[in-house]
């Protein structure tokens, strides 16, 4: 398969609790994003890491990438309930611009 | 401004049939792309477009998929003589950033949730 892996499958914290997500990609790559969705529907991008960045924040997420590894990592700070998603990784190699994603990671967040 | 919509939001067709999944993209973007979505799993590139040409169309899975975009915008995701492994959500997304350049934010409708009976 072409998919990346993403670990854990499911994740199930209470609110306030930090949650992290993590990634595996097995090509090079060119960037690294972040997709959120809700409900089987609707992705919405999240945050994008260039192969040449490390860490990278946006309000309360936080990413970072590990080319060497060939590895990624999402952390959500003081998890809410409306965070409860489904979140993909996806790269994006040099030669191309379709995204390759990873199978997800089910965050629940309890109130 | 709209984002990206799709039509229908819900098809259910019998196996064998054909069907037409449609797709908006945002106004102005050239670039187009295909994902199909099956349960549990994430989404899984088929196709895109820059402009009217299909510039990737290594993740149709066969013969039976086709997809066009004859004015460059609007395009139409083909599958004949369906199968029940066919059922899966559709997703469409579009971006303004040209091939080329480092970095394209794509932004997908809702999706297409097809079922094959």
């Known amino acids: 398969s072409q998919q990346g892996e993403e670990d854990p499958q499911a994740l199930s914290i209470q609110e306030g609790e930090n949650a992290t997500m993590n990634c595996s990609y097995k090509t090079s790559i060119n960037n690294l994003q972040w997709y959120r969705q809700n409900s089987g529907r609707g992705l919405v991008h999240l945050i994008l890491?260039?192969?040449?960045?490390r860490e990278k924040h946006s309000g309360r997420l936080r990413v970072t990438l590990d080319t060497s590894k060939k590895s990624s990592s999402l952390l959500i700070t003081a998890s809410r309930a409306a965070d409860t998603a489904s979140y993909f990784c996806a790269i994006q190699s040099y030669n191309t611009d379709k995204l390759i994603f990873g199978t997800g990671t089910r965050l629940q967040v309890f109130p | 401004g709209a984002g990206v919509s799709q039509t229908p939001s819900n098809k259910v067709t019998e196996k064998g049939k054909y069907v037409e999944l449609r797709c908006d993209p945002i106004?102005?973007?050239?670039?187009l792309y295909w994902y199909r979505q099956s349960l549990g799993q994430g989404p899984e590139f088929l196709i895109y477009?820059?402009?009217?040409?299909?510039?990737?169309d290594s993740g149709l899975p066969n013969d039976r998929f086709f997809a066009v975009r004859p004015e460059g915008s609007v395009s139409t995701l083909k599958i004949q003589r369906t199968e029940r492994g066919d059922s899966a959500v559709y997703l469409c997304?579009?971006?303004?950033?040209?091939?080329?350049?480092?970095?394209?934010?794509?932004?997908f409708g809702p999706g297409t949730r097809l079922t094959v009976l």
């Open positions: 477009f820059q402009g009217t040409g299909a510039a990737d």
């Open positions: 106004s102005g973007h050239t670039a």
């Open positions: 890491i260039r192969s040449n960045e």
């Open positions: 997304a579009s971006s303004l950033v040209p091939r080329g350049l480092s970095y394209n934010e794509q932004f």
